[in-house]
Every structure is written in structure tokens, then in C-alpha cells.
């Protein structure tokens, strides 16, 4: 189990995109650690959704950082463009890239943090010789390309493989997730040793409003970090 604070990664992919300066700013002031930009490209994922321009439209927004999560063939081609845009870090999956280090040590040249992710049947041992370089792991708890799908809960024991190589390998890495967070999962995945929880649908789609259900994620994650 991760002992420290749970950081939220307000997902804008479920935000209301008519008022999405607005929804940062909600989501800013109720306490985000940062916010996470889904890109889709219709290719690597069967969805398309936003590109470089939102990163730009947001950067004068809000002070957190912009991390993006590329679900996107061939990433080497966009990376500057996104940092030039304003993103302070790039997820980058494994799957389906041939040079991951590559990629890995471009994101770095660029001076932006850096993390790896792992769809849901990817094995969590990918991860161990590029550990030492990235600053994040991603694990993803759905089949990326959609918001406000079902959390899948056979990830749950590589989520608790990646924390133990974490703690050995590359201590201060963080671990997020990513898909199907809510207030009943969130305990599940904190337990397990995540430290960043991505929610989109669960703090944007709340009838309740941004402030209310980021409340009501920390709450659930403080259970697990608790024991009660
Ligand atoms: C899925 C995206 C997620 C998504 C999460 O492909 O990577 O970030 O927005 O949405 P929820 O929290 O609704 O599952
Ligand atoms: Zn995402």
C-alpha cells in the first residue's frame, strides 16, 4: 500500500467542453494535483478527441500541470508540438512502440516529465528495464479510448507488482491509474499501492459538481490509507 497523499488527476475528457477553462478552474481550486489531457487519434484507439490546441487553450487557464496522455501511433511525430503547446509531462504506452527508450529519452531532451503506460493485458515485468528512466507509470484499469467505462479489477495485482518494483527499482516514481475510478474503486487501487488516481467521470459527470466529488474521491482513498 502507498503510505503518503493521493494526488487527483482531473481527466477532461468528461468535462463539458463548451466550459472547459471554467471546469479546470473548478477543479484547480477544489485541490487537483494536476490535470490530465486524453489525446485520441482514432488509430491506436477506435475514438478520436482532442490534440495540441487544447493543451494551448488551457495552458494560461491554470498553474497545475498538464500531463498528456498520448493514445496515439507513432508519438515521436507530436512530442514537440504538445510540449511546445504547454504539456508539462507525456505518457507514452508501450504498446505498439518499437523504441520506447527512444521515445523515453526525447521526452526528456525536451525537459518534460516523462511516463510509461501498460494497457490492461500488459504484464507489468515491460516495465522493469525502462523504470530507471521514466518519473511516472501508468497503469490502465480500462481499454483505453473511452471514459465511464467499467474498471477492470483483474489489473489490481499488477498495480501491486508495479508498486513493489517501484519501491525497489525507482523509488519516488509515481504510480497512476487510470479508468473506472471512483468512489468505490479508488480504496481498491490505493490499497494496492497507486498514488495518482485519473477520474474523468466521477468528478466531472458528479450531479454534484467538481468540488463535491473530488471530496468524496479523497475521502474513499483515505479509507484505504486507514485501514476502516
Ligand atoms: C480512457 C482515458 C481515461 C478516461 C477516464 O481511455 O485514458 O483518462 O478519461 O475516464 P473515466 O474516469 O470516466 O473512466
Ligand atoms: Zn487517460
Not at 65 to 82: V, W
Not at 168 to 182: R, Y
Request: proline residues 5%; charged residues 20%.
Amino acid at each position: 500500500m502507498y503510505k503518503g497523499a493521493v494526488k487527483l488527476a482531473p481527466s477532461i475528457l468528461a468535462a463539458d467542453f463548451a466550459r472547459l477553462g471554467e471546469q479546470v478552474k473548478e477543479a484547480e481550486k477544489a485541490g487537483a494535483d494536476r490535470i490530465h489531457v486524453d489525446v485520441m487519434d482514432g488509430h491506436f484507439v477506435p475514438n478520436i478527441s482532442m490534440g495540441a490546441v487544447i493543451v494551448q487553450s488551457l495552458r494560461p487557464v491554470t498553474r497545475l500541470p498538464l500531463e498528456t496522455h498520448l493514445m496515439i501511433s507513432d508519438p515521436d511525430l507530436f512530442l514537440e508540438e504538445f510540449a511546445e503547446a504547454g504539456s508539462d509531462s507525456l505518457l507514452v504506452h508501450w504498446e505498439g512502440n518499437n523504441n520506447l527508450h527512444r521515445t523515453v529519452q526525447r521526452v526528456k531532451a525536451l525537459g518534460k516529465h516523462v511516463g510509461v503506460v501498460i494497457n490492461p493485458a500488459t504484464p507489468a515485468s515491460v516495465l522493469e528495464e525502462i523504470l530507471p528512466d521514466v518519473d511516472q507509470v501508468l497503469v490502465m484499469t480500462v481499454n483505453p479510448g473511452f471514459g465511464a467505462q467499467h474498471f477492470i479489477h483483474t489489473t489490481l495485482p499488477k498495480i501491486r507488482r508495479v508498486r513493489q518494483m517501484i519501491d525497489e527499482i525507482k523509488p519516488g516514481c509515481d504510480l497512476e491509474v487510470d479508468g473506472g475510478i471512483d468512489a468505490t474503486t479508488a480504496p481498491l487501487v490505493v490499497e494496492a499501492g497507486a498514488n495518482v488516481l485519473v477520474a474523468g467521470s466521477a468528478i466531472f459527470g458528479d450531479s454534484e459538481g467538481v468540488a463535491a466529488a473530488m471530496k468524496r474521491l479523497q475521502a474513499a482513498a483515505g479509507k484505504a490509507r486507514s485501514g476502516k
